[in-house]
């Protein structure tokens, strides 16, 4: 067999950023010996998967496809199903970050090696999905069930991704509701021995809300780009905000700076969003000094504290949204009931717990609308890698 990976690879970085699907099909087809394949992409709310390159997939096939397809991406390892031929499916996932399940069906069950170079292709067509978003509309349309809000579609293109893997931690967020999203929204950055961490809950409801946060988010974006740390950040924000505004508008906003080799948590608690910590299968509030939200006033001034991670230690940054959500008869979701989804998700890794919490938060509300934007990010702490460990 040809090197089916370099095959591939080479067939990508040829094809123009919309028909990355139909030349890894080709390409695979041709090195491989497949006999077809097909890429699923999950939608907005990661609430399923979805075919890019045959969207006309019978009822019952596709049903089929999607079971083994969600299975393969639940537990991020590869799936075969059947015998000859044998259906393979494989992540589609870059840096962590889960965008969703390539298919190669072949005509013999494949041995370990085939097994490895599929895997292979599915890293480097994920790659290339990726970096093609910013060039091609294709995958987005293909993850979105209904038509997104003006707002929603602002929040979503500002977002860093959805999860981010590293040998210390693990990193996820989560948007709601999905398609019309306003002034919620979190941000990431990994840089070195840095990871910075911002969830923020923009004032009022959709566009005006939206664009909000795009001002705030783009202000600790500039700040942090040019070497400053959260402080600075959080007070470049705050004056951006209230010199637009004159105090009329404001953003509560949490801030985090991670140290990938201590678990030291730098925060600055600028309004609202709560942070909490689970260890093992108790769940606490982090109790931080809250100082002003973004924006409020002229040339304020923010100070840090300080928490220290163990291994294995949770942390879940959630929203008004989800912590004060309050259907009516019912006491707030924060109160009492998130705890216990919160401890639900214990052994699971963040992608799939912050889809848990959102899912019991919706059930909370009866499946009616949510009243509030929500955003939960869960990181997990691993600790460092220690010296010689590959």
């Not at 969600?70 to 537990?75: H, I, L, N, T, V």
């Not at 950055?189 to 939206?210: F, H, I, K, Q, W």
């Amino acid at each position: 067999m040809v090197d089916a990976p370099d095959v591939v690879s080479r067939a990508l970085r040829e094809a123009p950023p919309d028909q990355l699907a139909e030349a890894a099909d080709r390409a695979i087809r041709s090195a491989m010996g497949a006999l077809r394949t097909d890429v699923f992409v999950a939608d907005y709310r990661i609430s399923g998967l979805w075919p890019v390159l045959d969207p006309d997939l019978p009822a019952g096939g596709f049903l089929a496809c999607h079971t083994m397809a969600q299975r393969c991406f639940s537990s991020q390892q590869p799936v075969r199903d059947g015998e000859g031929p044998c259906r393979l499916y494989l992540p589609l996932t870059v840096w962590g970050e889960r965008l969703g399940v390539l298919l190669i069906e072949l005509p013999t069950v494949p041995n370990a090696t085939v097994t490895g170079r599929a895997t292979d292709i599915a890293g480097t067509l994920a790659v290339a999905m990726r970096a093609a978003d910013r060039e091609t509309d294709r995958y987005r349309r293909a993850r979105r069930r209904e038509r997104l809000t003006m707002a929603a579609e602002m929040q979503w293109d500002l977002l860093p991704g959805r999860g981010v893997s590293h040998h210390a931690f693990e990193l996820a967020g989560q948007l709601e509701p999905a398609y019309t999203v306003g002034g919620d929204h979190f941000d990431w950055s990994l840089d070195g021995d840095r990871l910075t961490v911002t969830v923020l809950n923009g004032e009022g409801s959709g566009l005006a809300a939206s664009l909000l946060t795009a001002v705030t988010v783009n202000a600790m974006r500039n700040a942090r780009r040019s070497g400053g740390g959260l402080v600075e950040q959080a007070e470049l924000a705050s004056d951006t905000v209230f010199y637009q505004h004159r105090g009329a508008r404001h953003v509560a906003t949490l801030l985090l700076e991670v140290d990938t080799r201590l678990g030291r948590v730098r925060a600055v608690d600028a309004g609202s969003p709560h942070l909490l910590r689970m260890r093992g299968s108790t769940v606490e509030p982090l109790k931080l000094d809250q100082q002003l939200p973004l924006g409020m006033f002229a040339e304020t001034r923010y100070e840090l504290q300080e928490v220290q991670l163990a291994p294995g230690d949770r942390l879940f940054v959630v929203s008004d949204g989800v912590w004060a959500a309050e259907p009516p008869g019912q006491e707030p979701y924060g109160q009492r009931v998130m705890a216990r989804s919160l401890r639900a998700t214990r052994l699971q890794p963040p992608a799939e717990a912050v889809g848990t919490v959102m899912r019991e938060l919706h059930a909370y509300h009866a499946d009616s609308d949510l009243r509030d934007d929500a955003v939960v990010v869960c990181l997990d702490w691993h600790g460092p890698r220690e010296r010689g460990t590959g």
